[in-house]
């Protein structure tokens, strides 16, 4: 199911009213899924109220902003931790629970998350985060992926937050 995701980055305008995003200002970015494919949209946060009041259901979303240019690193590392807890315990979606571990690693390379411990075993299996800028304590499912699932939500996320990819 993850071969044919296909998120796109950010974008710099609204995708309903097509605003422009003025830098550093919040609007919303959703995904969402249509027979196995995704894709992202962003939306200002006025457009996103109609959209919640119309009861528009999307895969999940988070809050973002628009880079000032020099922040960049920043931004990319609280948007991620956004969607982490977005995607808070997802025990029943598999592509969620890939989203999220997948993240989640991928912010303990990054150092916004430590690993503190590990609970469970098999399926049941989770990790024991702690965010760097609060502490907070973060459990991740282990949904245990082939190397290939994780390769591929692992471009999948480079692709929904323009990274560039890393070793
Ligand atoms: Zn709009």
């Given at each position: 199911m993850f071969e044919s995701w296909d998120i796109g980055?950010?974008?710099?305008?609204?995708?309903?009213c097509a605003a422009e995003f003025p830098q550093g200002r919040a609007f919303f970015s959703a995904l969402?899924?249509?027979?196995g494919e995704m894709s992202r949209t962003d939306f200002c946060p006025d457009c996103w109220e109609d959209l919640c009041a119309?009861?528009?259901?999307?895969?999940?979303?988070?809050?973002?902003?628009?880079?000032?240019?020099?922040?960049?690193?920043?931004?990319?590392?609280?948007?991620?931790?956004?969607?982490?807890d977005r995607l808070d315990r997802p025990t029943d979606d598999l592509q969620k629970a890939?989203?999220?571990?997948?993240?989640?690693?991928?912010?303990?390379?990054?150092?916004?998350l430590k690993l503190v411990g590990a609970g469970g075993t098999g399926q049941q299996e989770t990790l024991l985060l702690e965010k760097r800028s609060s502490g907070e304590r973060v459990?991740?499912?282990?949904?245990?992926?082939?190397?290939?699932?994780?390769q591929a939500a692992a471009a999948q996320l480079n692709l929904a937050f323009g990274l560039k990819a890393e070793a």
């Open positions: 980055r950010s974008g710099d305008c609204c995708a309903r969402s899924e249509h027979q119309e009861g528009r259901g999307f895969f999940c979303f988070w809050r973002t902003r628009r880079a000032v240019a020099h922040d960049r690193p920043q931004v990319d590392a609280q948007e991620m931790l956004e969607l982490l890939i989203l999220r571990f997948v993240l989640a690693l991928y912010l303990v390379r990054r150092k916004e459990e991740v499912h282990n949904p245990h992926l082939t190397e290939g699932q994780m």
